[in-house]
């Protein structure tokens, strides 16, 4: 494994700039990989990312209006499309080639917006995750955005071991059973998988508010993590020994982890449930206990970083419920490792 | 021209430190050109500026009070007089050399208190700009001070290139036809002088206010920078094809740019103008638009600061347009080799 | 004497670390000499100081939750006991010799917790100061933390010249005599003694209130002070010429200064008394008056350490108050010296 709590990132890859509800007509401001990005919606619809900077005297485009599918710099007018080419300088009719913002391939899917961040020609749209159940009649979903104060990395890692939950969430998704159960790891080409089988065990307070189980469950969490920052959660329980689903309750927990800079991260999340599909209640339930969850998270990863940052040179200590975090960030070496040998 | 973002300060000049009136007998601490200074005005009126720092333990003399002339140390007692001579030091009959404190030659003039950051052998009165607006019978003004978050020199980029008037300042002073008017670009001397002729145009909400215009105007606006910080900016409008000064307003948009440090700046500004003289109404409402058009530049140069800093080799690109702002850095390149030649 | 403002720490020292109050069952994140330190109070009434980092992955101990006389990690719950054994690792049997949190001695004595920072072979509780007063029924205190943005060398020098409450505490102790009257200085072994009498003089602010005095009085300052951050004032008056203790006040201003980081310090102060023992309200009006006092204070000196720090290659000047002063920077280099030398 590495210590290397701040891994370069990986640029050839599909990040989640933002949900598509915060992409309207009025440019948002958002860092991602330490770059400022001005994102807008185009009358037409459309989505566009262009570096934060106007090329004449760089002022923050995301200061700027939107026309038609254009972004116009807030200070002197000049007008870009979303490739970045400049449409427009007001006073002059000749667009010098430098007059050229540089532009982020964009793609809309599962609601989200994703950001290529690396050579634009290697842009493929076939590489974002399929995430299903962001689009599916038999899914519902509740969702969010959250910020921590930390390395990418360390929300990689929370994520993975979820081992802490008995320790940090005990008012929804932790109980006992979960850190004193030990893990299956394996590697499975690109994907790091982590399962844990917790049967006969007790629910977590948020499984029984969800799920109205009243005894026993059987319960997994199933973890599929791919580099650089997806991570898929399978989360479920049945009423112990039934084995049976239509009584029990199956979700998702659908994770991208985007670097805002290297010491902070936006967490870009949804819970998908299977069952109480209409039910509004229920979503708004739902997103209220996660976003306090991840909220209690939040304070001991940003404790985490700064610990981090004032110790650069000591290493972590790796514990058997470590198992997938350490293959995780050997995954991410490797495509880092191979990012950098192209 | 320079693409330097961050030029070496002029230092044999007279700076604006402060308006009249923000200096009393409570001290004032105000940082120009990254220095801290104690500002004062003394019981007999005389204006005084001291090193932020008394010589003894280094306590900061602003916190400190007036006593007559002279400013004494809040906290062992150290009293200066206001060419920094120690007059006491408590408990002590003699007074060593080094107990003296860096004093600034001050002239209060127009209603501003001017500072010379050079050597005081230097200090010729002679050279404070001569703003006869602020003290003549023909002419009333409003005036005030805001900081921005950024080098002054995109303070003066700003007010030499007012092209970008039509995209911020569309509430105010902006119509279409500036940006697209083009300017007449000369160097008189040590004057860089922009001007923009635009006739047969519709007034801008402010000049409508103000002037009381129904239809199109014939309207003006001459820059005139001198280095380090000296902008006037005479602009007026008269009914179209009038040219008749009785039917029109002229104003003067008289701007100081004083750096308090490498990142931010003072702007003192007054708008003077000869119509409405004893209207108060008139003057609070100035006030209050140029505060409002200065605020929303505020937001745009301080984006702007943070990309530069973060981009520090890379060059603006300049546009027609730019053609002021240019020659205005050369003239500043000049003076600031010219200083250090001497 | 030597000006360096920024020493290095003396490490084989017992520093207050907090009052005992503060020790609880939630643990405490304090910062004392740059490192963060995890506080907490056991079942048993124990105190104990870990370091602010659990070996695992670095979460922050102070995060965590006191379990009978142990920490508990709050991400994964590795648990330690107050000597930085590892008791615990969830769902490992096995505790490896890495999973050990440095810990720090601490000794509860006076109302307050002492934590050594040097080697903890060395850690003597004989050291620790002996002040009496804090626990003796012929006297009562009032007491409390305040914290300074300055290195903590400027309050030593504060709290050892005090030619300054004529300036700056005109509210509460200073008067007109104190700046004036010289001060006698002497080394007595390892303690800076600084003493200033003031016989027929008229009584400060605060002495009136608490003292009743109607006309002038007689009246002591006696200072000691210890490396790196123990001082004793002695300070009380009687009525001139009575020579009479029973109709004056005698009082013990006790301070330690304790390193947060080098840009800041932990000043815990009690202001014990001979008289109106049981009197709670004097107990709250001396409280208040005292932290009037020292924030008056923090003003200062937060102003003077940004003078410092903007002016490493500066020297102070000296005056003759500064003795005791000079003196003291002369022992704590010793201190210093001898430390580094062993």
Redesign the interface.
């Known amino acids: 494994m590495t210590d290397k709590t701040r891994p370069e990132y990986i640029r050839d890859a599909w990040y989640v700039a933002a949900w598509g509800e915060e992409l309207t007509d009025t440019p948002l401001a958002r860092s991602i990989l330490g770059e400022?990005v001005a994102l807008y919606r185009g009358e037409s619809g459309v989505v566009g990312a262009l570096e934060?900077?106007c090329?004449?005297?760089?002022?923050?485009l995301s200061?700027g209006v939107v026309e038609g599918d254009n972004l116009?710099?807030?200070?002197?007018?000049l007008m870009f499309d979303c490739t970045g080419t400049c449409k427009e300088?007001?006073?002059?009719p000749n667009i010098?080639p430098?007059?050229h913002a540089r532009h982020y391939p964009l793609v809309e899917r599962w609601n989200l917006v994703w950001i290529w961040m690396g050579d634009p020609a290697a842009a493929n749209p076939d590489l974002i995750p399929e995430w299903l159940w962001l689009d599916h009649p038999k899914w519902a979903y509740s969702h969010g955005i959250i910020q921590y104060d930390c390395n990418y990395i360390l929300l990689v890692?929370n994520l993975i071991?979820l081992?802490?939950t008995?320790?940090?969430h005990k008012q929804t998704i932790g109980t006992h059973d979960v850190?004193?159960?030990?893990v299956k790891t394996e590697r499975q080409n690109g994907t790091v998988y982590v399962e844990r089988i917790m049967n006969d065990t007790t629910p977590s307070p948020l499984y029984r508010k969800a799920g109205g189980f009243e005894g026993k469950v059987d319960r997994w969490q199933k973890i599929f993590y791919e580099a650089p920052g997806n991570i898929v959660i399978e989360a479920g329980a049945v009423p112990v020994g039934t084995n049976d689903p239509s009584r029990g309750i199956d979700t998702r927990i659908i994770n991208y982890l985007t670097p805002e800079t290297d010491d902070s991260v936006f967490h870009f999340w949804a819970f998908a449930r299977d069952f109480a599909l209409d039910d509004l209640d229920m979503t708004e339930l739902l997103a209220d206990q996660i976003t306090l969850t991840f909220n209690e998270d939040k304070?001991?990863l940003d404790?985490?970083q700064?610990?981090?940052a004032?110790?650069p040179s000591?290493r972590?200590?790796d514990?058997?419920?470590d198992s997938g975090v350490v293959m995780a960030r050997r995954l991410l070496a490797e495509r880092l490792a191979a990012e950098a040998g192209r």
């Open positions: 400022p934060d900077c090329p004449h005297r760089m002022a923050q200061q116009r710099c807030g200070y002197h007018g300088i007001p006073g002059q010098p430098r007059a890692d071991d081992s802490h008995t320790f940090v850190a004193r159960t030990p304070v001991l404790g985490q700064a610990n981090l004032a110790r000591q972590l200590l514990n058997n419920a």
